[in-house]
């Protein structure tokens, strides 16, 4: 994974049919999604379950670029090495999940893959102040975690704002994640985002029989970037 600060789009499968992950994973990719955004939630981070490491490692296959697991369960340290051996090419752990993020970050980096950090709407930015050195993405939640569909938090354009200021020149990305569309989209790119995370946004009206809906419906994302 190289890295760069073009403005990537990545679809959450949490709008996929649940029946057919393999065939949604390679309709985004074909359609021009460059990651695909994997939503893991425990019931008791998040008020919703999904799905574990055995899923993560079955729709692998189907993905030939970046993977990106988004974890929403605690605690997290115990799944670290299971999700990374699941083939996950990034691995994000929520700052709230528990009191050791530094710890957790060591270990996702330990585990072989690239280290992410995800903030809720209300956890400041100075919370990885310190974790800059050893994060490889900050997630800014723009939605309380848990469910698609959910309406975009304004707020949160400025925290986005403070990241991009703190980061510097250091190689990390920041991630949106949650009610990013095209009128959205382009407020989180102008403070700085350069990965946009999108559910409904980019699986409505589409399926992997009219999968060319799933890419109009990222191309006005981007356009509108
Ligand atoms: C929310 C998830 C998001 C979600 C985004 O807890 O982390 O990735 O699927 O969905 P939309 O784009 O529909 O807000
Ligand atoms: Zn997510």
Same mark, same amino acid.
């Given at each position: 994974?190289?890295?760069?600060?073009?403005?990537?789009? /990545?679809?959450?499968?949490?709008?996929?049919?649940? %029946?057919?992950?393999?065939?949604?994973?390679?309709?985004?990719? =074909?359609?021009?999604?460059?990651?695909?955004?994997?939503?893991?939630?425990?019931?008791?981070?998040?008020?919703?379950?999904?799905?574990?490491?055995?899923?993560?490692?079955?729709?692998?296959?189907?993905?030939?670029?970046?993977?990106?697991?988004?974890?929403?369960? /605690?605690?997290?340290?115990?799944?670290?090495?299971?999700?990374?051996? =699941?083939?996950?090419?990034?691995?994000? =752990?929520?700052?709230?999940?528990?009191?050791?993020?530094?710890?957790?970050?060591?270990?996702? &980096?330990?585990?072989?893959?690239? %280290?992410?950090?995800?903030?809720?709407?209300?956890?400041?930015?100075?919370?990885?102040?310190?974790?800059?050195?050893?994060?490889?993405?900050?997630?800014?939640?723009?939605?309380?975690?848990?469910?698609?569909?959910?309406?975009?938090?304004?707020?949160?354009?400025?925290?986005?704002?403070?990241? &991009? =200021?703190?980061?510097?020149? &250091?190689?990390?990305?920041?991630?949106?994640?949650?009610?990013?569309?095209?009128?959205?989209?382009?407020?989180?790119?102008?403070?700085?985002?350069?990965?946009?995370?999108?559910?409904?946004?980019?699986?409505?009206?589409?399926?992997?029989?009219?999968?060319?809906?799933?890419?109009?419906?990222? &191309?006005?994302?981007?356009?509108?970037?």
């Amino acid at each position: 994974m190289t890295f760069d600060r073009s403005i990537k789009i /990545a679809p959450s499968i949490l709008s996929a049919d649940f %029946a057919n992950f393999g065939k949604e994973c390679e309709a985004i990719e =074909a359609q021009g999604a460059d990651w695909v955004h994997v939503d893991v939630m425990d019931g008791h981070f998040v008020p919703n379950i999904t799905f574990g490491p055995e899923t993560c490692k079955a729709i692998r296959p189907h993905i030939k670029g970046v993977m990106d697991v988004h974890l929403m369960i /605690a605690p997290v340290d115990a799944y670290i090495e299971a999700f990374a051996q =699941a083939g996950a090419d990034i691995i994000t =752990a929520h700052a709230e999940a528990g009191p050791h993020i530094h710890r957790t970050l060591q270990a996702i &980096r330990g585990a072989g893959a690239k %280290a992410g950090v995800a903030l809720n709407p209300g956890t400041p930015a100075g919370h990885v102040e310190h974790l800059l050195d050893m994060v490889d993405l900050i997630c800014v939640m723009t939605v309380n975690p848990g469910f698609g569909g959910q309406k975009f938090i304004h707020s949160q354009i400025a925290k986005v704002e403070k990241l &991009r =200021a703190m980061i510097g020149d &250091r190689p990390i990305h920041i991630e949106i994640d949650g009610g990013v569309t095209p009128e959205t989209a382009p407020l989180v790119t102008k403070a700085g985002a350069d990965v946009l995370v999108a559910g409904s946004a980019v699986f409505k009206g589409g399926s992997v029989e009219a999968p060319d809906v799933y890419g109009a419906n990222m &191309r006005a994302i981007r356009d509108a970037c």
